[in-house]
């Protein structure tokens, strides 16, 4: 739902009320409200602020969404939406950020990560990074607190599987169950809004044969689908399910769909430099190519994965 107000002289960001929750803080004079129930009447309130503190709220506008929700998108979250990795579970170099403290921005914010027992197993477990290794964590109840208040504001919040060093393989029914358990457990633990899927390495290929991607036969393949499948269908319409797949094989599968997770790899086209010749893998210009995760066409000099633990952003 879109919200404008006259700006105030002196003001140099505005906050923005649902009811007695700040949703929002802005820099102009207008703001989009999302997360709202379809056919329901809200109010909304703004103060001004600046270095010498915040103003009184304005006065109460009362507005209600059509039946078909008050933001343009689907499961409350607004058409185009910015979703963002919180890494609650690890120290990543650049510091713990505490969940309320997740900019107003993120409209979803991923629970980075929950990672299995063991590769096969299924079993996905999450907890928050020891004190030893993030110094400022908050405690499992202000944790979940503010998890609760960022979704009072209209935010998402998911739980995130796998990552760097998650590598998951449902390739047993077996597994497969350990997933929906294990999963379900964290959602109604932490009362999540759904799940994303981050499979990275080789957790997910195709076996010799599959090659209808209409109708897999891959078990890795057939039982993540038929997990998610089940985790929906328990937690209805308004779960949300999002994918972060790697670019490197995005690419590169939709060249070519086959068997194998290397089988992709050998379709890729020779490193090249700038200026397009051929280069050897002694070459500098191939250096940072040949010893990092970094696509071919990712133009670095940088040693570290762009998906590595010890990112600078949270």
């Given at each position: 739902m879109p919200l404008t107000w006259s700006a105030v002289p002196g003001a140099t960001s505005y906050h923005v009320y649902r009811g007695t929750t700040k949703i929002q803080t802005v820099t102009g004079t207008s703001a989009t409200a999302t997360g709202l129930t379809p056919s329901t009447a809200y109010t909304f309130q703004v103060s001004a602020a600046n270095a010498a503190g915040e103003s009184p709220k304005s006065a109460a506008v009362t507005a209600t969404t059509t039946s078909g929700g008050g933001n343009g998108g689907t499961n409350g979250l607004p058409a185009h939406a910015l979703v963002g990795y919180l890494h609650a579970s690890f120290a990543n170099g650049s510091g713990y950020t505490r969940?309320?403290?997740?900019?107003?921005?993120?409209?979803?914010?991923?629970?980075?990560?929950?990672?299995?027992?063991?590769?096969?197993?299924?079993?996905?477990?999450?907890?928050?990074?020891?004190?030893?290794?993030?110094?400022?964590?908050?405690?499992?109840?202000?944790?979940?607190?503010?998890?609760?208040?960022?979704?009072?504001?209209?935010?998402?919040v998911l739980i995130s599987i796998g990552g760097q060093n998650g590598q998951v393989q449902l390739s047993t029914t077996a597994a497969r169950d350990a997933f929906v358990t294990s999963v379900s457990k964290i959602i109604d633990e932490y009362g999540l809004d759904g799940l994303d899927i981050d499979f990275e390495g080789h957790s997910l290929s195709l076996q010799t044969g599959d090659t209808d991607f209409r109708s897999p036969t891959s078990p890795v393949i057939v039982n993540l689908i038929q997990a998610v499948k089940t985790l929906k269908a328990k937690y209805g319409a308004k779960f949300v399910l999002t994918m972060a797949p790697e670019t490197f094989f995005v690419q590169l599968g939709y060249q070519y769909y086959g068997s194998g997770p290397g089988a992709a790899r050998t379709r890729a086209p020779a490193p090249t430099c700038r200026s397009s010749t051929p280069c050897a893998t002694t070459s500098p210009c191939c250096t940072s190519r040949t010893t990092t995760r970094a696509p071919s066409w990712a133009w670095t000099t940088s040693t570290t994965p762009w998906a590595a633990r010890t990112s600078t952003s949270p």
């Open positions: 969940m309320a403290d997740v900019p107003d921005s993120w409209d979803v914010i991923n629970l980075a990560f929950g990672e299995p027992t063991s590769v096969t197993s299924g079993d996905i477990r999450f907890s928050l990074c020891p004190a030893t290794e993030c110094p400022n964590v908050e405690s499992p109840a202000d944790f979940k607190a503010a998890i609760k208040a960022k979704q009072a504001a209209g935010k998402k």
